[in-house]
């Protein structure tokens, strides 16, 4: 599976991104597509998840009412819709697969890494 991640930027407070990861040589019902993102100094924290067939998906606490996770099947991606943005959410967003019917939040699991894309949020 190879995972293609995009849409990141600077915002202000307040402000929304979505973000994209599109997915090529591997979607099926039970790829689950992750995200994740890390500061320096800091391990990589998951954000979201969500199954590629179905509807089942997951959020971190930090971000729930904030951010969705969703598909776009035209565009064979999982997106990262992110509203209400805050300075602590200030990082770097790695998109990541695995296959399985269970949506896992360590980052070890996950076997396909995107690059990276820089969200700065600034107050």
């Known amino acids: 599976v190879q995972l293609q991640a995009s849409g990141g930027g600077s915002v202000q407070a307040g402000g929304s991104l979505r973000l994209s990861c599109v997915a090529s040589?591997?979607?099926?019902?039970?790829?689950?597509v992750g995200w994740f993102r890390q500061v320096p100094g800091k391990a990589r924290e998951f954000v979201a998840a969500?199954?590629?067939?179905?509807?089942?998906?997951a959020h971190a606490d930090s971000v729930k009412g904030r951010f969705t996770i969703s598909k776009d099947s035209a565009k064979n991606s999982i997106d990262l819709q992110m509203n209400i943005l805050k300075p602590e959410d200030t990082a770097v967003y790695y998109c990541?697969?695995?296959?399985?019917?269970?949506?896992?939040?360590?980052?070890?699991?996950?076997?396909?890494w995107g690059q990276g894309t820089q969200v700065t949020v600034s107050s």
């Open positions: 040589g591997g979607s099926s019902a039970n790829l689950v």
């Open positions: 969500r199954r590629w067939g179905g509807e089942t998906r």
């Open positions: 990541a697969a695995r296959y399985g019917w269970v949506i896992v939040h360590q980052e070890r699991e996950y076997v396909y």
